[in-house]
Nanobody, 124 residues
Framework: QVQLVESGGGLVQAGGSLRLSCAAS????????MGWFRQAPGKEREFVAA????????YYADSVKGRFTISRDNAKTPVYLQMNSLKPEDTAVYYC?????????????????WGQGTQVTVSS
């Protein structure tokens, strides 16, 4: 099992910034991609960004390109999601996820473990 703990959510005004963190523990040796997804009220969970375990490759949803940055310093540090120029439509619960297979990093069904989520609210 892999345990994922998110932190860093909160309330921010439009145009502001937040940084989310995801700490992974447990049997992480088979994890090859870490992803962030979000789910707004009444909507399906959607892909936001992902990064390979080593941090060498990143993936982004078109809606966040140029505003969000996913990163990690090394395989032993948390995964971060730096969110800049936030918009009210970014309001959602943000989930961290870990993938241990080899299916698409953009597809939530590819991920094996999930965190509890952290709320991000952007006011207009």
């Amino acid at each position: 099992q892999v345990q994922l703990v998110e932190s860093g959510g909160g309330l921010v005004q439009a145009g502001g910034s937040l940084r989310l963190s995801c700490a992974a523990s447990g049997r992480t040796f088979s994890t090859n991609v870490m992803g962030w997804f979000r789910q707004a009220p009444g909507k399906e969970r959607e892909f936001v960004a992902a990064i390979t375990w080593s941090g060498g490759t990143t993936y982004y949803a078109d809606s966040v390109k140029g505003r969000f940055t996913i990163s990690r310093d090394n395989a032993k540090t948390p995964v971060y999601l730096q969110m800049n120029s936030l918009k009210p439509e970014d309001t959602a619960v943000y989930y961290c996820a870990a993938r241990q297979g080899y299916r698409s990093p953009f597809d939530m069904t590819s991920y094996d473990f999930w965190g509890q989520g952290t709320q991000v609210t952007v006011s207009s």
